[in-house]
């Protein structure tokens, strides 16, 4: 998985807040003491309401202790949090939903929540909450057509290629639009002494980066049905021709001599040392490496690009994490759904946003200062609508095997054809365990 952020899925964007005000304990909607909250409006007895979340999400927005007391002050509602080992967390989900003993909020991703937590069956459907109308992007909280989960942010993690602004500057390098301009620019940064790129595809995921765009892009424009199709076993993955050419276009930039020399024994966690040394130029990755490297360097002025498979393309939008989901067997839905409704708030909801530095989603908060690369991404993609949802935010299934794959394939094992032909087989196999429809 991408480091510092597992699961990906079905939309484009992230952040969190809430509001105090729309919260009053007047009667408001936002879950007053008049709300139809079942106990205490009855007895006037506190509630206690379970969120579920990893532990390795403790700096959650969402769990913030003072939010958790703002929001029982007003609402007589008490959070009390389930704190899941992060190897643990899917496991134990899934047995809780099982089961039918459900957490009534659960913190996972909506990608990871569609292939893991089976999302139409064990989820209520938000769409009609009083938040979602605010909402500026409602994609990153949805799937099937459907709002599942909750955040305040519509800044996800933008994939694409990272690339080191100075070295650009200093070679009269401009921003690639396709890929014969990227493997232009390529060549100069390997005459200047610099790797183009490094790839650090002993880490599988991290190989999906390239055609999880490339390909996603490709069929926004050109079969904007597909997915719906392949996911209905109208159509395969080998069914377009355009994405062998996106395989062989990512093999072919390391045949030539543009990357690292051991692809598949370097790791990611080696990518942000490359990048502080000025070893390498650019990366096919997450906007999160950015974040990575300005830790350790925060001079260092690095950017993103969108993936140049195609001719102009667009930035790739990994799904959003970190969402909040109410399972459809909560105990108190009505109370976890008060606890959206307070974190959507736009006085709450602008504390988060401004506290974390994100991309607000909702039409009254405002978007606090960026940093120089995340304001670049809103001025250049989010704004145009320049972005495209990846491959990862349309898959119900795992794709370890699909990343194995692409190992494979950079080994020397297998051609583009064969792999798309492969994995077609692999993929209806996971899809008929699942049991979907038509497999």
């Known amino acids: 998985m991408r480091k510092g952020r597992k699961a990906a899925g079905i939309l484009t964007a992230g952040l969190l807040i809430l509001?105090?005000?729309?919260?009053?304990?007047?009667?408001?909607?936002?879950?007053?003491?008049?709300?139809?909250?079942?106990?205490?409006?009855s007895s006037g007895k506190k509630v206690t309401?379970?969120?579920?979340?990893s532990k390795s999400s403790q700096d959650s927005a969402f769990i913030q202790q003072d939010l958790l007391d703002e929001f029982e002050k007003q609402t007589n509602i008490k959070v009390n949090l389930q704190l899941i080992p992060a190897e643990q967390t899917t496991t134990v989900l899934q047995t809780k939903l099982a089961v039918e003993e459900a957490p009534d909020i659960i913190q996972y991703n909506l990608a990871s929540a569609t292939t893991d937590l089976n999302l139409e069956r064990n989820f209520e459907i938000l769409d009609d909450e009083p938040w979602a109308s605010r909402l500026l992007n409602k994609d990153v909280l949805s799937a099937y057509g459907h709002i599942y989960s909750f955040h305040v942010s519509q800044d996800t993690g933008m994939q694409g290629v990272v690339y080191n602004k100075d070295i650009f500057e200093e070679l009269g390098l401009s921003i690639p639009n396709n890929y014969?301009?990227?493997?232009?620019?390529?060549?100069?940064?390997?005459?200047?002494?610099?790797?183009?790129?490094?790839?650090?595809y002993k880490d599988n995921w991290a190989i999906n980066i390239w055609p999880a765009a490339a390909f996603a892009d490709f069929v926004s424009r050109t079969d904007p049905t597909f997915f719906d199709e392949l996911n209905n076993n109208k159509r395969k993955w080998s069914d377009i021709p355009e994405f062998q050419t996106f395989l062989q276009q990512q093999y072919d930039i390391y045949k030539m001599g543009y990357t690292n020399t051991d692809v598949l024994s370097d790791s990611y966690d080696m990518a942000v040392g490359k990048f502080l040394n000025k070893e390498v130029a650019m990366m096919f990755m997450g906007d999160w490496l950015i974040e990575g490297v300005a830790q350790q360097d925060p001079d260092m002025r690095l950017g993103v690009f969108p993936i140049p498979a195609i001719?102009?393309?667009?930035?790739?939008?990994?799904?959003l994490g970190g969402q909040l989901f109410i399972p459809k067997t909560a105990k108190h839905i009505e109370e976890a759904k008060k606890f959206l409704d307070f974190m959507a708030s736009k006085e709450i909801a602008q504390q988060i946003v401004d506290s974390k530095g994100y991309v607000s989603n909702f039409n009254d908060v405002t978007t606090p200062a960026l940093p120089e690369y995340k304001q670049e991404i809103v001025d250049l993609y989010i704004t145009p609508k320049r972005t495209v949802l990846t491959t990862d935010a349309y898959m119900l299934v795992d794709r370890n095997e699909l990343y194995r794959m692409l190992q494979d394939q950079f080994a020397g094992g297998l051609t583009p054809e064969e792999l798309l032909k492969a994995w077609d087989e692999k993929f209806n196999q996971l899809m008929a365990d699942k049991q979907v429809p038509g497999f």
Do not use: Q, R
Request: hydrophobic share 35%; net charge negative.
């Open 311 to 319: 001719d102009n393309p667009s930035l790739g939008a990994s799904p």
């Open 180 to 200: 014969e301009e990227f493997l232009a620019v390529c060549e100069k940064i390997k005459e200047s002494g610099t790797t183009p790129v490094f790839m650090p």
């Open 49 to 53: 309401i379970e969120l579920a979340i």
């Open 19 to 41: 509001a105090l005000t729309a919260c009053g304990s007047g009667g408001s909607k936002s879950g007053g003491a008049g709300d139809n909250s079942t106990a205490k409006e």
